[in-house]
């Protein structure tokens, strides 16, 4: 994959967060740093790419991608665009008090991110 020519920007994943990418079919996804498992829907084969590496992805619908073993760095094809910017808006919003998603109207059961956070017992 030429990365000087045809990636949109460069992401960081840490252990824990998946990439949610969709229609991604014909689109390229490099590995500059770490190791990431690939996976898209309707499709047994679930790849394991390590630093060096580029998938094409072959197939519209959901596709996943999720470091292995630590943090790894990934290159994306333009107009290959994260559904989810790798949970970081999840955290964001996890950090924030039970009440003031309370006011945002927002529970906490309703936002995905890794860890437990108790309950606000006043809400």
């Known amino acids: 994959m030429d990365t000087a020519t045809r990636h ?3 992401l960081t994943m ?11 079919a014909g689109r390229h996804l490099g590995v500059v740093q770490g190791a990431v498992w690939i996976t898209q829907h309707g499709d047994r084969r679930d ?5 060096g590496a580029s998938f094409r992805f072959d197939r519209d619908g ?3 991608v999720q470091p292995l073993g630590g943090p790894a760095t990934v290159v994306l094809e333009a107009g ?6 790798t949970g970081r808006a999840a955290r964001a919003l996890g950090g ?3 009440h003031l998603l309370h006011d945002l109207g927002l ?3 309703q936002i995905r ?6 309950p606000c017992l006043h809400c």
């Open 8 to 10: 949109e920007r460069q």
């Open 62 to 64: 959901l596709s996943l």
């Open 47 to 51: 790849p394991v790419l390590e630093s």
């Open 80 to 85: 290959l665009v994260p559904e989810n910017e």
């Open 14 to 24: 840490n252990p824990g967060e998946v990439l949610r990418l969709r229609d991604a």
């Open 107 to 109: 529970r906490r059961d």
């Open 96 to 98: 924030l008090s039970d």
């Open 113 to 118: 991110f890794g860890g437990h956070t108790p």
